[in-house]
């Protein structure tokens, strides 16, 4: 298989977008919508609103956020209506936030950044303080999702966060484990077409040893109620280790199946249970890479729920997204964006590393898990020496002795220190189905500045041709059977407008129209279209 990229730029000891450190600066809240300028033509039909959501705020007071994910969720909001856009964005007003704007200091421990007790307490207050148990973050700056007609806000733990999707006003904070069993849940859930949503957490498991559940939201009720309130646990896989879950950030699920790749980056729970108490350690403390283990695959049927007991394995990486898996004459066809080794990725991700000049951001991607998109096959119920007969792929299935089945991959696309991640395809169409295209954010030695398509395993087509721009976000729209990209991009370089949102045709990465405002626009990571018809 031939694979075509294209990459157009020039190294400079400066990154050609220069300022790309102002995505990662505090910004405000804005008190009210404002109009955006655009340039080209929106079509009409392209109608309703881009909600995303990432950090906004890096320091509270004297204290700074350390690390990519502590800064304080944020916001934002593009509506679009008859030709016309405005741009919005607010804070969740969570308990970290407000505790922290309250009491003008870090109060709530977030993912690589350590709260300590109130120094105006005396000594003996400060001491039991930090004996009163863990405080999980309910700061929700990862992604939105829909539940029945609401939307909530999530992080990674047990808390995700109601908020109006017109207003941005926050409305509720929620615990799930008031209704299931599980520790904290991705920032990934799938939803099907009626609604029904599903997401996997860990838990305890019998024994009191660690497991992996798949949990069941079930779509609006007739009757107005809560969906959330009926939710339950479908199926309960194990875990690799007893006491060390994996970090688990995205699933996959085909019609009939679901799929959960557990990989080497630990969590060691005894750590995170007695150091973070008595020592006021983070979450990034508490991570640690199984040498050994190398990656496993596990599959479990949705209707009806049941484990299966196939060990599929293969060589160790780090897995932040799935790109789409689909079923295929007896086999599941998994699609993801990987980082090879056992390292974790993460560690790269201070914002001390990303705000280096130039040269040594790409100092430290040299030193990084290099990034590479794959393609596994599964076999469900197939014997032989490659038990893969699909002729379109190269992955291998192959028995072993000891009973496990070792995985290869095909190689969709590798480029050194370039990754093709935060994949898009059609969703409502095309998610757990054979598929054909898939859009990426280009990461540049960890700075995104570019959209990639991937027509049937080919990259072929980069945006924009010469990079002069922080592109952070892609969301695919499909009205009509006509697909558009929506992504918000910052020029930190521009005298006048230095955000924008941009249109483009999705089949070729043409631009239809852009849509900019006078704010500079943070880091987003996830988020969502509410289009209206």
């Given at each position: 298989?031939?694979?075509?990229?294209?990459?157009?730029?020039?190294?400079?000891?400066?990154?050609?977008?220069?300022?790309?450190?102002?995505?990662?600066?505090?910004?405000?809240?804005?008190?009210?919508?404002?109009?955006?300028?655009?340039?080209?033509?929106?079509?009409?039909?392209?109608?309703?609103?881009?909600?995303?959501?990432?950090?906004?705020?890096?320091?509270?007071?004297?204290?700074?956020?350390?690390?990519?994910?502590?800064?304080?969720?944020?916001?934002?909001?593009?509506?679009?209506?008859?030709?016309?856009?405005?741009?919005?964005?607010?804070?969740?007003?969570?308990?970290?936030?407000?505790?922290?704007?309250?009491?003008?200091?870090?109060?709530?421990?977030?993912?690589?950044?350590?709260?300590?007790?109130?120094?105006?307490?005396?000594?003996?207050?400060?001491?039991?303080?930090?004996?009163?148990?863990i405080e999980v973050t309910d700061n929700c700056l990862v992604?939105?999702?829909?539940?029945?007609?609401?939307?909530?806000?999530?992080?990674?733990?047990?808390?995700?966060?109601?908020?109006?999707?017109?207003?941005?006003?926050?409305?509720?904070?929620?615990?799930?484990?008031?209704?299931l069993s599980v520790n904290g849940v991705t920032a990934h859930?799938?939803?099907?077409?009626?609604?029904?949503?599903?997401?996997?957490?860990?838990?305890?498991?019998?024994?009191?040893?660690?497991?992996?559940?798949?949990?069941?939201?079930?779509?609006?009720?007739?009757?107005?109620?809560?969906?959330?309130?009926?939710?339950?646990?479908?199926?309960?896989?194990?875990?690799?280790?007893?006491?060390?879950?994996?970090?688990?950030?995205?699933?996959?699920?085909?019609?009939?199946?679901?799929?959960?790749?557990?990989?080497?980056?630990?969590?060691?729970?005894?750590?995170?249970?007695?150091?973070?108490?008595?020592?006021?350690?983070?979450?990034?403390?508490?991570?640690?890479?199984?040498?050994?283990?190398?990656?496993?695959?596990?599959?479990?049927?949705?209707?009806?729920?049941?484990?299966?007991?196939?060990?599929?394995?293969?060589?160790?990486?780090?897995?932040?997204?799935?790109?789409?898996?689909?079923?295929?004459?007896?086999?599941?066809?998994?699609?993801?964006?990987?980082?090879?080794?056992?390292?974790?990725?993460?560690?790269?991700?201070?914002?001390?590393?990303?705000?280096?000049?130039?040269?040594?951001?790409?100092?430290?991607?040299?030193?990084?898990?290099?990034?590479?998109?794959?393609?596994?096959?599964?076999?469900?119920?197939?014997?032989?020496?490659?038990?893969?007969?699909?002729?379109?792929?190269?992955?291998?299935?192959?028995?072993?002795?000891?009973?496990?089945?070792?995985?290869?991959?095909?190689?969709?696309?590798?480029?050194?220190?370039?990754?093709?991640?935060?994949?898009?395809?059609?969703?409502?169409?095309?998610?757990?189905?054979?598929?054909?295209?898939?859009?990426?954010?280009?990461?540049?030695?960890?700075?995104?500045?570019?959209?990639?398509?991937?027509?049937?395993?080919?990259?072929?087509?980069?945006?924009?041709?010469?990079?002069?721009?922080?592109?952070?976000?892609?969301?695919?729209?499909?009205?009509?059977?006509?697909?558009?990209?929506?992504?918000?991009?910052?020029?930190?370089?521009?005298?006048?407008?230095?955000?924008?949102?941009?249109?483009?045709?999705?089949?070729?990465?043409?631009?239809?129209?852009?849509?900019?405002?006078?704010?500079?626009?943070?880091?987003?990571?996830?988020?969502?279209?509410?289009?209206?018809?």
């Amino acid at each position: 298989m031939d694979v075509y990229f294209h990459f157009c730029f020039i190294f400079r000891i400066q990154h050609p977008a220069g300022g790309y450190k102002k995505i990662f600066e505090t910004c405000g809240e804005l008190n009210e919508p404002i109009p955006a300028i655009v340039v080209g033509v929106i079509p009409e039909w392209l109608s309703g609103s881009l909600l995303r959501l990432g950090p906004g705020l890096f320091e509270v007071g004297a204290e700074p956020f350390y690390h990519l994910f502590d800064g304080q969720a944020l916001m934002h909001k593009f509506d679009l209506k008859n030709g016309h856009v405005t741009y919005y964005r607010k804070f969740v007003k969570t308990d970290a936030y407000v505790r922290a704007m309250t009491e003008k200091r870090v109060v709530i421990t977030e993912f690589g950044t350590a709260a300590y007790p109130d120094p105006c307490k005396n000594i003996f207050s400060r001491f039991f303080t930090y004996f009163k148990g863990i405080e999980v973050t309910d700061n929700c700056l990862v992604n939105v999702y829909p539940v029945g007609e609401d939307f909530y806000a999530c992080t990674e733990t047990n808390y995700i966060t109601k908020v109006d999707p017109d207003t941005l006003e926050t409305l509720k904070k929620v615990d799930l484990c008031d209704y299931l069993s599980v520790n904290g849940v991705t920032a990934h859930p799938h939803i099907e077409s009626d609604g029904t949503v599903y997401n996997l957490g860990n838990c305890f498991g019998k024994n009191m040893s660690l497991a992996y559940n798949i949990v069941k939201i079930p779509s609006t009720q007739k009757d107005k109620s809560d969906p959330i309130a009926k939710s339950k646990v479908l199926v309960q896989i194990p875990s690799s280790e007893r006491f060390k879950p994996s970090y688990v950030h995205s699933f996959g699920m085909t019609e009939n199946y679901f799929v959960f790749v557990e990989t080497p980056i630990k969590i060691n729970l005894l750590k995170f249970l007695t150091a973070w108490s008595i020592w006021g350690t983070n979450y990034m403390d508490c991570f640690e890479s199984n040498e050994t283990m190398g990656t496993w695959f596990h599959l479990a049927m949705k209707d009806p729920a049941k484990y299966i007991e196939h060990k599929f394995r293969t060589s160790a990486f780090n897995l932040f997204h799935h790109i789409n898996s689909y079923e295929d004459d007896g086999f599941i066809v998994v699609d993801l964006c990987t980082w090879k080794g056992h390292e974790f990725v993460y560690n790269y991700l201070y914002l001390a590393n990303l705000r280096e000049n130039w040269e040594e951001v790409k100092k430290a991607a040299m030193r990084a898990p290099q990034p590479e998109v794959r393609r596994y096959v599964l076999p469900i119920d197939k014997q032989g020496k490659n038990l893969i007969s699909l002729p379109y792929t190269t992955a291998t299935a192959v028995m072993r002795s000891d009973g496990t089945i070792w995985l290869e991959p095909e190689v969709l696309f590798s480029g050194p220190r370039q990754a093709f991640e935060f994949p898009q395809i059609n969703y409502s169409k095309f998610s757990g189905k054979n598929y054909s295209y898939a859009y990426g954010l280009g990461l540049n030695h960890f700075i995104p500045d570019r959209v990639s398509i991937a027509r049937r395993r080919e990259l072929v087509v980069h945006y924009p041709t010469l990079i002069r721009f922080m592109i952070k976000t892609n969301l695919l729209i499909v009205i009509q059977g006509v697909r558009v990209l929506l992504s918000i991009v910052v020029n930190p370089g521009a005298d006048q407008r230095p955000g924008y949102l941009l249109i483009l045709n999705a089949r070729d990465l043409t631009e239809i129209a852009r849509a900019e405002v006078e704010v500079i626009i943070p880091v987003t990571f996830h988020g969502i279209a509410k289009t209206k018809p």
